[in-house]
């Protein structure tokens, strides 16, 4: 983590001798070196942990809740009604900036958890996790289709969502980060609160009831804490993915199979990755950049191959 905060803080299209940016960081330097680090180089690297944090922890929660190995926070359509919400500010209400997109994403992703939800659950209930998985990727197939069309029928509106439709931090300053932390802080303390009871829901929901678990509210929790996180990280960097996939499984295989581990390992790894990745799209096609998203998902369609050739990955 430490050496990752160091890379994304030294490393850019626009280098910086190390001297410099350390005077730069405390203040003094050139004003040049001062611009990059304050404006650039730090909010940057804040808003990759914030994002890389809340993608690991909801990856690790939904993938505990559903049981299911292969699951992201994408699956549930997260990712979709925020891209959706997005869109249709940017088409029809005019908004264009970073800003205004965490309000809508947040809102998008909030709105289609409890329609998701909604259809999910019986009449009277908790949702069953495999109803609550086909549902989220059927809404999230058809709001992609509706993302799609407002897209290709408004070219403004495309043109001003590409970036953020790819999955990147650049221009993301402290503005559009700091408004989102305290959504993510509320998914982050009901993640903790529910993460001693997943260990008895991933023996059966009747054996987490012989336990004493309520099962009920712990879906609920799990449920609004993943929306939460997974809305405020797309709010401020856009879908990206993999993230939620692959840093759960490596979480598991370094710390073993208790869900708080898994957890807390996932808050310290996630970070690293989203880091690296955006260190990494600084620097290959210079002197542009790759967005951070497209990087994950080279590193992350190879894992996704393995753990489906991998039989004991589906032993959660």
Known sequence: MALALMLSVLIGSNPVPPGQLWQAIAGGGSDEARYIVWSQRLPRTFAAVVVGIALAVSGALVQAYTRNPLADPGILGVNAGAALFVAIGVAFLG??????YVWLA????????????????PARGAADPLRLTLSGVAIGAVLSGLTTGISLTNPDAFDRMRGWNAGSLLERGFDVSLPVLPIIGIGLVLAAAVAPSLNSVALGADVARSQGVNVARTNALVVLSMTLLAGGATAIAGPIGFVGLMIPHIARWLLGVDQRRILA?????????VLLADVVGRVAIVPSEMPAGIVTAFVGAPVLIALVRRRKATAL
């Open 95 to 100: 908004i264009t900036t970073s800003t205004g």
């Open 106 to 121: 947040c809102a998008g992703a909030l709105v289609v958890t409890v329609v998701v939800y909604a259809l999910a659950a």
């Open 265 to 273: 390992g996932s808050l310290v790894l996630g970070p690293v990755l």
